[in-house]
């Protein structure tokens, strides 16, 4: 098989990296059209969670492109 145990562990741990990320971009909405909710641009939402994602997404690539002997 061309991936290893390893691998997939790495394909995992990437993919929890990412949902993650995901998670954290979610909420912020309000209740009410006619009222602006600013906790849309919280640090959290703007910084944390991209970052998480594109780190996520290194992870996936280095778990596909890394070659573990077995």
């Known amino acids: 098989m061309p ?3 390893k ?3 790495l394909l995992a741990i990437g993919f929890l990296v990412v949902l993650t990320g995901f998670v954290l971009m ?3 909405g ?3 059209p006619d009222e602006f909710n600013y906790a849309m641009f919280s640090w959290r939402r703007i910084t944390l969670a991209p970052i ?3 780190g996520g ?3 996936e690539i280095f778990a596909i ?3 573990f002997d077995a």
Do not use: A, E, P, Q
Request: net charge positive; no cysteine; hydrophobic share 45%.
């Open 57 to 59: 997404f290194v992870v």
């Open 26 to 28: 979610t909420g912020g």
């Open 7 to 9: 691998n997939y562990l």
């Open 3 to 5: 991936l290893t145990r």
């Open 65 to 67: 492109m890394k070659r």
């Open 30 to 32: 309000s209740d009410s």
């Open 52 to 54: 998480l994602v594109i």
